[in-house]
């Protein structure tokens, strides 16, 4: 089974930029598709896009052309790039596949 890692959150104001990481160990190889969650205070956790191994992506649409996701194989890491920020996007984000469990998450916070 898999273990992924998420990290690079933090407080930043509206239209500012965040990228956070998802860290596979032992590998990345082998995983066909990376997502992310998102948990705002309050509410259910709810999709934020995906990649698969041939670099096919997908976003939800709160997100599509803000968000932008990327995947290093050498690094064994999913990227999600956070740009034009909002206060609605304040959440612990998480990283998710179907062989890892889900993990600790790391906080985004978007001050107005």
């Known amino acids: 089974q898999v273990q992924l890692v998420e990290s690079g959150g933090g407080l930043v104001r509206a239209g500012g930029s965040l990228r956070l990481s998802c860290a596979a160990s032992p590998s990345i190889f082998g995983i066909n598709t990376i997502a992310w969650y998102r948990r705002a205070p309050g509410k259910q956790r709810d999709f934020v896009a995906s990649i698969t191994s041939g670099g096919t992506t997908l976003y939800a649409g709160s997100v599509r052309g803000r968000f932008t996701l990327s995947r290093n194989n050498a690094e064994n890491t999913v990227y999600l790039q956070m740009n034009s920020l909002k206060p609605e996007d304040t959440a612990v984000y998480y990283c998710?596949?179907?062989?890892?469990?889900w993990g600790q998450g790391t906080q985004v916070t978007v001050s107005s």
């Open positions: 998710k596949a179907t062989t890892s469990d």
